[in-house]
């Protein structure tokens, strides 16, 4: 007689999302670990862009990474990162239209691709941020994880994370050994 095979329990729609659910955090925190490692070691910090200055090379939205470099480093034409010059807070990130170096003072004039003139101050600056890379959507997704109804999606995914880890995952009870056995009578001895 060939042995029974065993039958897998049936996976359930609860199993299916908690799976789905667990896959997609690791893949969010392996990318946030490795984000944070590569700013880590290479110096590298985020900003995101805000506004259309520098479309398309840069569109709103983005996350763009920046590393700290002096400002003789830089040359007309590269991106660069600064504090803002009108009095305002935040910094701008735009293109280098002239550059110029006296007695150690780099005086920076910027403009955004998108921009028809120039901005309208210079930029006298030690060190730039000297533009490396950017991630297109990322900074939206971090810009909104800020507001209350991101802080609200974030809270119901955590919680959402912690059902399926503790009421999700229980193992289903293994099937017995003996269950659907049948029994043999005793053979009585001659």
């Given at each position: 007689m060939?042995?029974?095979?065993?039958?897998?329990?049936?996976r359930s729609l609860w199993h299916w999302l908690g799976s789905a659910l667990l896959t997609f955090s690791a893949i969010l925190g392996v990318i946030a670990i490795v984000t944070v490692?590569?700013?880590?070691v290479f110096g590298l910090r985020p900003v995101v862009v805000i506004s259309g200055s520098m479309e398309p090379t840069l569109p709103v939205g983005s996350l763009i990474f920046y590393r700290t470099v002096p400002a003789t480093a830089v040359s007309k034409g590269d991106i660069v990162t600064v504090p803002r010059q009108d009095g305002g807070?935040?910094?701008?990130?735009?293109r280098i239209t002239e550059i110029t170096t006296k007695g150690g003072v780099t005086t920076l004039h910027l403009k955004g691709d998108a921009n028809a003139t120039a901005d309208p101050l210079p930029y006298v600056v030690s060190s730039v941020g000297s533009f490396v890379g950017v991630i297109p959507v990322a900074g939206t997704i971090a810009l909104a994880a800020r507001t209350p109804l991101g802080i609200a999606a974030v809270a119901t995914y955590v919680a959402a994370l912690v059902a399926?880890?503790?009421f999700g995952r229980r193992r289903e009870k293994a099937p017995s050994r003996h269950t659907g056995a049948r029994?043999?009578?005793?053979?009585?001895?001659?």
């Amino acid at each position: 007689m060939a042995p029974r095979r065993r039958e897998r329990p049936r996976r359930s729609l609860w199993h299916w999302l908690g799976s789905a659910l667990l896959t997609f955090s690791a893949i969010l925190g392996v990318i946030a670990i490795v984000t944070v490692a590569v700013c880590a070691v290479f110096g590298l910090r985020p900003v995101v862009v805000i506004s259309g200055s520098m479309e398309p090379t840069l569109p709103v939205g983005s996350l763009i990474f920046y590393r700290t470099v002096p400002a003789t480093a830089v040359s007309k034409g590269d991106i660069v990162t600064v504090p803002r010059q009108d009095g305002g807070t935040g910094l701008i990130t735009h293109r280098i239209t002239e550059i110029t170096t006296k007695g150690g003072v780099t005086t920076l004039h910027l403009k955004g691709d998108a921009n028809a003139t120039a901005d309208p101050l210079p930029y006298v600056v030690s060190s730039v941020g000297s533009f490396v890379g950017v991630i297109p959507v990322a900074g939206t997704i971090a810009l909104a994880a800020r507001t209350p109804l991101g802080i609200a999606a974030v809270a119901t995914y955590v919680a959402a994370l912690v059902a399926v880890i503790v009421f999700g995952r229980r193992r289903e009870k293994a099937p017995s050994r003996h269950t659907g056995a049948r029994r043999v009578p005793p053979v009585a001895a001659e």
